[in-house]
């Protein structure tokens, strides 16, 4: 017979130092000779979320539940659990019941708030949220989620200060400061959502997400500039027809027109972080990005030669070739890197 | 009581993630067969046998009749070939020292058919030796660059945690990556071996080394050979052998620890999994494993202060998460980056993994070149897979046959390389995190393959 206390204190050491798989090893076997340990169910469900196989925390979450009900632990474990199988009425439940039994603890209106979000029920999720931060508002993390549902919510200054506050609490926290990346995201400050995506990277450098993030940001920069180029362009090859100009001032059009999206591009990314401008060179050198760009200068270039080259007479004829050839390249380039920015 | 179906899932899963884990899957085996999945418990006992050959539990196992469970909840399916009980280790899994690996030409003989019609008749009767020596001259060469194994000497062995061991590894037996050697001998090696100079120079051996990189990349085996050049013993420990929740205990254990060390110098100490050992202390709930890297950090400083002959060596996955003070000046100051084995190492890996099996017409040049940026764990996998596709086809044929050169390549081509997570964190590390050019080395292999 396993003594069971001191085991699941080693379990819980191990989830603490994140040993997620030998927890789950150990657990295992202790939930196989004593199965009816709501506690080491609960632990084993930690476990399985730590190493991200949800649907197990799932079954062990739902176990300890069955063993202990009146417990508001196994719910709450129940609905990060559902919330990350992307089941967010039940996670919604869980969290209520947990809040139902415990309605005291912070954690459980947390619970309730994130599923909530989750959920769309951004009524619930206030009121949850601010209900936590009434019974614990010295608690980063209450701020923290605060804040993610007054963003939910499009209240950006609101969120902005939940942000603030969780981080004066706790300075090292990374999940608010990239938080704070995607407020200045919101709204279309792409460089300081940067520099806040790089802050919280640095704070917390084992977290993929964050780069991830800078990442998306870039292509999305990237994708702007081919909009608006392929649109300058769009209006440019109307030019010979309106005017009844030459080949000369076309092909002096195309070049300023790329020389000034070259440009902007150059002088938005000089005036990031060093990390930053190493991740643009990388976003730009894969073949997602590169194919994106041949596609929208080939598809302009092509465009504006058909324009330049036709005899003056055919122009009409020859227009809406170009114009399609253009809005073809923008949409081309624009389905590629949606393509890239979905991978990441 | 049968096992709940929860709870084989969950060791299921467990057994996946840990699958060198030999008492959970000799566990969870027990459960299967008890819970009537004969079949998937003899592939537990199978890699339990391959693992740890003598195994008695696996054997036990293996000795149990077929309707044991069926004696319990009813009648046995008396015509059932697959339940046929086989009395040596199944196919697959590795024989005991002196006992041939192959299936031999059973199938051959009886044909699938021949089995079914005669599912009782006990494999035990099977002259296994018999079927080696038959074989044996029969065998094409292993390998078709002519190159023997005796590399393959230079295999670990096994560590009993707290007892200090006789390491017979030298550099020498790792093949490949010479740059980390290289860097080995400069940082650490040198300066231990010629002491006058070092006195000379005003070098101290105040300090240890670090081994970073990616998992199953060969630090532990570094280690070893580390101790083997220094003619000193070797004590491996990880965190599991540390830790204890009893307020004190971890503390006492860890002093322990250095005690056995210092009593057995010249002596390699090597902390395994380190950032579990000393991980930040701003990232640890429990109060006693804060204590315990608080230990950690006294002992550090005790081997500083005048135990001659006690070499400190860790390793880890994540250096980032190890705490701060543990790789001040005088204690983990010196680091080393281990990464995934070079066109040379692949090719021992190779060797070493595939020297008890019956393989025939390897190219190992052509797999090293097809496996670049696997990990070493990587490569064991891609042997494991290539030896069940030779296993299965020779079940469906009926006749025993060896592992080639397109069982492996079709494992490469299944197998993908199991480092990209761990190269994720790193990029962020080596961009976001490398303060005082503390990953320097890092940011340049990844600058050299393109990841940043």
């Not at chain 1, 991200?52 to 202990?68: C, F, I, K, M, P």
């Not at chain 2, 086989?86 to 058919?113: I, V, Y």
Request: overall charge neutral; charged content about 25%.
């Amino acid at each position: 017979m396993i003594e069971l206390g001191p085991e699941l204190a080693r379990a819980d050491a191990m989830l603490d130092i994140k040993r997620y798989d030998q927890a789950c090893g150990l657990l295992s076997r202790l939930v196989a000779a004593q199965p009816e340990s709501a506690r080491a169910w609960c632990l084993l469900a930690r476990a399985h979320l730590g190493a991200g196989r949800h649907q197990q925390a799932v079954e062990a979450a739902s176990r300890a539940v069955t063993l202990d009900p009146s417990d508001e632990w196994p719910h709450r474990l129940a609905s990060n659990a559902l919330l990350h199988t992307d089941n967010y009425p039940e996670a919604l439940r869980a969290g209520m019941e947990a809040r139902r039994l415990a309605p005291g603890h912070w954690q459980a209106h947390i619970c309730v708030a994130q599923a909530a979000l989750g959920a769309r029920r951004l009524d619930i999720a206030t009121a949850a949220a601010a209900q936590a931060r009434t019974l614990a508002p010295n608690e980063p993390d209450v701020h923290f989620l605060s804040g993610k549902v007054s963003l939910a919510a499009g209240d950006l200054e609101r969120a902005r200060s939940h942000q603030e506050r969780a981080l004066a609490l706790d300075p090292a926290h990374s999940g608010a400061m990239n938080e704070l990346g995607r407020i200045r995201l919101r709204r279309h400050d792409t460089r300081g959502a940067i520099r806040h995506f790089i802050r919280a990277a640095r704070l917390s450098p084992a977290e993929t997400v964050y780069s991830r993030n800078i990442d998306v940001v870039i292509l999305r920069t990237v994708s702007r500039m081919i909009y608006v180029f392929t649109l300058a362009a769009l209006l440019l090859i109307w030019i010979p027809v309106v005017a009844h100009l030459g080949r000369f001032p076309v092909a002096i059009g195309l070049t300023v027109l790329g020389a000034i999206a070259v440009a902007s591009f150059a002088w938005l990314v000089l005036r990031l972080p060093p990390e930053a401008r190493l991740l643009v060179r990388r976003t730009l050198r894969s073949r997602r990005a590169a194919a994106a760009l041949a596609v929208a200068v080939g598809g302009v270039a092509v465009a504006f030669a058909a324009v330049a080259l036709v005899p003056a007479a055919e122009l009409p004829q020859i227009l809406p070739v170009a114009v399609i050839a253009t809005m073809g390249a923008r949409l081309g380039a624009f389905a590629i890197l949606r393509g890239a920015a979905g991978k990441r | 009581m049968e096992p709940d179906l929860t709870v084989l899932a969950s060791l299921r899963k467990a057994v996946e993630a840990m699958p060198d884990d030999v008492p959970l899957r000799v566990h969870l085996a027990t459960l299967l067969l008890r819970a009537g999945l004969r079949d998937e418990a003899i592939r537990h006992v199978g890699a339990v046998l391959q693992r740890d050959p003598g195994n008695a539990e696996a054997l036990a196992l293996l000795q149990q009749p077929p309707g044991r469970r069926a004696e319990a909840t009813g009648p046995p399916d008396p015509v059932v070939p697959r339940e046929a009980p086989p009395a040596a280790p199944p196919p697959g899994a590795a024989a005991p020292p002196g006992a041939p690996g192959p299936p031999g030409r059973a199938g051959s003989r009886e044909g699938s058919a021949g089995r079914e019609d005669r599912p009782d008749r006990p494999e035990a009767e099977f002259d296994w030796p018999q079927a080696e020596n038959e074989l044996r001259d029969v065998l094409p060469p292993m390998f078709v660059d002519g190159a023997g194994t005796d590399a393959d000497s230079a295999a670990a062995e096994a560590v009993d945690s707290y007892d200090a061991e006789r390491s017979t590894l030298k550099l020498a037996d790792v093949a490949g990556m010479n740059q980390v050697k290289e860097r080995l001998e400069a940082a650490f090696l040198a300066p231990m071996r010629n002491p006058e100079l070092r006195k000379l120079y005003g070098k101290n051996l105040r300090g240890g080394l670090l081994l970073y990189g990616p998992p199953g990349c060969g630090k532990t085996f570094i280690a070893r050979a580390v101790a083997g050049e220094l003619g000193a013993r070797f004590m491996a420990v990880s965190f599991a052998d540390i830790i204890d929740m009893f307020v004190g205990q971890s503390e006492r254990n860890i002093h322990e620890l250095f005690e056995i060390a210092r009593r057995n110098a010249p002596c390699v100490l090597f902390l395994d999994e380190v950032d579990a050992i000393g991980q930040k202390r701003s990232q640890l709930r429990n109060t006693p494993m804060r204590s315990a890297v608080n230990q950690l950090l006294l002992e550090l400083d005790d081997v500083d202060s005048g135990n001659e002959g006690v070499f400190l060596l860790a390793a880890t996955n994540h250096p980032w998460d190890v705490d701060s003070a543990l790789r001040r000046p005088g204690r983990f100051d010196r680091t080393l980056l281990v990464l995934p084995p070079d066109g040379t190492a692949r090719e021992a890996v190779f060797r070493y993994h595939l020297r008890e099996r019956p393989v025939a017409g390897v190219n190992l040049n052509r797999l090293a070149k097809l496996t670049d940026g696997y990990s070493g764990a990587d490569i064991a996998h891609i042997c494991e897979t290539a030896s069940e596709r030779a296993l299965m086809d020779s079940i469906h044929r009926g006749e025993a046959r060896m592992i080639g050169q397109p069982d492996l390549e079709a494992a490469i081509a299944e197998i993908k390389p199991s480092l990209g997570a761990w190269f994720d964190t790193a990029r962020n590390v080596a961009l976001f995190a490398n303060e005082g050019g503390a990953y320097d080395d890092l940011a340049a292999y990844l600058k050299k393959r393109r990841l940043i």
